[in-house]
């Protein structure tokens, strides 16, 4: 498969002088920078990954919290109002 690539000339000329460098054509080049890239980005960790070590280490130990949520809330504000009533 043939691609057409534009390059701004900075990016050119750093191009040249590499492939140059390494004695490599500047096709056989941008291939092996992609191919590098590629197999970067097919490794990189996914979110839950990244997070994994963090899910559940702050556990309260009661599994229904978001089922209960309201119920919860309405406790917590009376209790907090029953506390402010005995000062």
């Given at each position: 498969?043939a ?27 941008i ?5 590098e890239y590629?197999a ?15 899910f559940g ?6 599994g ?14 009376r ?9």
């Amino acid at each position: 498969m043939a691609i057409s690539l534009r390059l701004d000339d900075k990016l050119s000329s750093r191009l040249v002088a590499l492939a140059k460098a390494k004695g490599m054509s500047k096709s056989e080049l941008i291939r092996k920078c992609l191919d590098e890239y590629l197999a970067g980005e097919e490794q990189k960790p996914t979110a839950w990954e990244l997070g994994r070590p963090l899910f559940g280490c702050f556990n309260s130990g009661q599994g229904d919290l978001s089922a209960r949520a309201k119920e919860i809330a309405t406790e917590r504000i009376r209790a907090k109002r029953a506390n402010k009533s005995r000062r």
